[in-house]
């Protein structure tokens, strides 16, 4: 398909009435028209296929005219019920399917926030990941900004629950393609949990371009759990940047279970002084499921701390990919920041492809990285098939004590056992 001739008209039903929002929009639909869809020649792309998914039956709408008819029954995480809940239907916020319980959380339509005493700070942050990201895949987001949700977490506030966002893709009637767009402020001294879940509902393939980004103020502590096991025909790409704005804490991670094709960018951006972050992610693949992972840790200021730890397990015919990058800037002296990535290909057509980087321009700092990819250890299943444990068990038994480190960092008791035991019924079934 022509991407840009289909998706003109679109923009012209979409683009916003707000002078501010609306002018983002067009900025970046001019944008999208220059630079399309990245393709593989592209480097950052060369392993997402993603342009070979924008197919002639592809379905968007920039309006909410399908979700009268949608069961969104059963649709939580377990360990959620008394969160905050917020629900994008085909990539938009639907503010009367949403249930916001604690008064020191406001969430609202970016088209409203551009407009009330939230103006200068959409304003002053919306499109910060644009920078890292200068591909047309982001434009388009972008250019449909106007169907977002604006999420503050007021100063000093503790949300005791998390706030969930639901992404639901109607796929009853063909290819759907979403793009939700999120903008998050989580303001001095306070503390939150947001977790990122997919949903689809038919039988047919669905497409999502996310873009959320998200400014930590002094003081906070905030955490970000993305959880990704929609079904083969569920495909993703997706930016999540987090802009530690003071001195603060943030833990993010990313874990995808399923999918088709798959692709994650992840950004830490340090931006003062004594900030820490960490970044985790697991991909459990299997059959032709591609998964991308492209991290950025930016530290632009001293006395930083970020630990990331990323691991894959692919099986059949699947392919991860992680790409990460550390930057560190020449003001940023005494940052300490350390990266591994670490893969298990089981059977001989899984692939793998890791590239950590580092790029430091301070000369007073602590700073490693690493990967390795490889089988799993015939010792170790020697000897618990020696003690009489079957070979498929046997396998499932190691490949879980690979995973269990990454899923350890959800703290959420019961998120965490349902995550634990969807990857035990995986690479049992798998094995």
Same mark, same amino acid.
């Given at each position: 398909?022509?991407?840009?001739?289909?998706?003109?008209?679109?923009?012209?039903?979409?683009?916003?009435?707000?002078?501010?929002?609306?002018?983002?929009?067009?900025?970046?639909?001019?944008?999208?028209?220059?630079? =399309?869809?990245?393709?593989?020649?592209?480097?950052?792309?060369?392993?997402?296929?993603?342009?070979?998914?924008?197919?002639?039956?592809?379905?968007?709408?920039?309006?909410?005219?399908?979700?009268?008819?949608?069961?969104?029954?059963?649709?939580?995480?377990?360990?959620?019920?008394?969160?905050?809940?917020?629900?994008?239907?085909?990539?938009?916020?639907?503010?009367?399917?949403?249930?916001?319980?604690?008064?020191?959380?406001?969430?609202?339509?970016?088209?409203?926030?551009?407009?009330?005493?939230?103006?200068?700070?959409?304003?002053?942050?919306?499109?910060?990941?644009?920078?890292?990201?200068?591909?047309?895949?982001?434009?388009?987001?972008?250019?449909?900004?106007?169907?977002?949700?604006?999420?503050?977490?007021?100063?000093?506030?503790?949300?005791?629950?998390?706030?969930?966002?639901?992404?639901?893709?109607?796929?009853?009637? =063909?290819?759907?393609?979403?793009?939700?767009?999120?903008?998050?402020?989580?303001?001095?001294?306070?503390?939150?949990?947001?977790?990122?879940?997919?949903?689809?509902?038919?039988?047919?393939?669905?497409?999502?371009?996310?873009?959320?980004?998200?400014?930590?103020?002094?003081?906070?502590?905030?955490?970000?759990?993305?959880?990704?096991?929609?079904?083969?025909?569920?495909?993703?790409?997706?930016?999540?940047?987090?802009?530690?704005?003071?001195?603060?804490?943030?833990?993010?991670?990313?874990?995808?279970?399923?999918?088709?094709?798959?692709?994650?960018?992840?950004?830490?951006?340090?931006?003062?002084?004594?900030?820490?972050?960490?970044?985790? =992610?697991?991909?459990?693949?299997?059959?032709?499921?591609?998964?991308?992972?492209?991290?950025?840790?930016?530290?632009?200021?001293?006395?930083?701390?970020?630990?990331?730890?990323?691991?894959?397990?692919?099986?059949?015919?699947?392919?991860?990919?992680?790409?990460?990058?550390?930057?560190?800037?020449?003001?940023?002296?005494?940052?300490?920041?350390?990266?591994?990535?670490?893969?298990?290909?089981?059977?001989?057509?899984?692939?793998?492809?890791?590239?950590?980087?580092?790029?430091?321009?301070?000369?007073?700092?602590?700073?490693?990285?690493?990967?390795?990819?490889?089988?799993?250890?015939?010792?170790?299943?020697?000897?618990?098939?020696?003690?009489?444990?079957?070979?498929?068990?046997?396998?499932?038994?190691?490949?879980?004590?690979?995973?269990?480190?990454?899923?350890?960092?959800?703290?959420?008791?019961?998120?965490?056992?349902?995550?634990?035991?969807?990857?035990?019924?995986?690479?049992?079934?798998?094995?």
């Amino acid at each position: 398909m022509d991407a840009k001739v289909y998706f003109k008209d679109k923009f012209e039903q979409a683009n916003s009435v707000s002078s501010m929002l609306g002018s983002f929009q067009q900025k970046n639909w001019d944008a999208f028209t220059k630079l =399309g869809l990245p393709a593989i020649k592209h480097e950052e792309w060369k392993y997402t296929k993603i342009k070979n998914l924008f197919k002639d039956d592809l379905i968007f709408t920039v309006d909410n005219s399908a979700t009268n008819s949608l069961d969104l029954e059963g649709i939580s995480l377990p360990g959620t019920e008394k969160s905050n809940k917020i629900v994008f239907v085909n990539g938009i916020f639907q503010q009367a399917l949403s249930n916001v319980n604690d008064n020191m959380l406001v969430v609202e339509s970016l088209e409203v926030a551009s407009n009330n005493e939230n103006k200068s700070f959409v304003q002053s942050h919306l499109g910060c990941s644009q920078p890292y990201h200068q591909d047309g895949i982001n434009a388009l987001n972008a250019a449909f900004a106007n169907g977002g949700v604006f999420i503050k977490v007021k100063k000093g506030a503790v949300l005791n629950d998390p706030i969930v966002i639901h992404h639901v893709s109607d796929c009853q009637s =063909g290819l759907r393609f979403s793009q939700p767009r999120i903008l998050a402020s989580i303001e001095e001294s306070a503390e939150a949990t947001l977790i990122e879940t997919y949903h689809k509902i038919g039988n047919h393939e669905s497409l999502t371009n996310e873009v959320i980004e998200i400014c930590v103020e002094k003081e906070a502590r905030f955490r970000y759990i993305k959880l990704q096991n929609e079904g083969k025909g569920s495909n993703h790409t997706g930016t999540t940047q987090i802009q530690q704005l003071g001195k603060s804490f943030t833990h993010a991670v990313t874990i995808t279970l399923d999918g088709g094709v798959v692709r994650n960018n992840l950004n830490m951006i340090m931006k003062a002084e004594f900030g820490e972050c960490h970044l985790y =992610g697991l991909y459990l693949l299997n059959e032709d499921t591609q998964a991308d992972n492209h991290t950025i840790v930016d530290n632009a200021v001293p006395n930083c701390y970020s630990n990331e730890l990323y691991k894959g397990i692919m099986d059949g015919k699947s392919s991860g990919t992680f790409n990460g990058k550390i930057f560190v800037r020449k003001d940023a002296q005494k940052t300490n920041a350390y990266q591994s990535n670490k893969n298990i290909l089981i059977g001989d057509h899984a692939s793998a492809n890791t590239k950590p980087q580092l790029e430091i321009f301070a000369d007073d700092v602590k700073c490693s990285h690493g990967c390795t990819i490889g089988k799993l250890d015939e010792d170790a299943l020697f000897y618990l098939r020696a003690r009489g444990i079957s070979e498929k068990n046997a396998q499932a038994m190691l490949l879980h004590a690979f995973a269990l480190d990454i899923v350890q960092q959800v703290e959420i008791e019961e998120l965490k056992n349902h995550i634990d035991q969807l990857i035990s019924d995986r690479l049992l079934f798998n094995t």
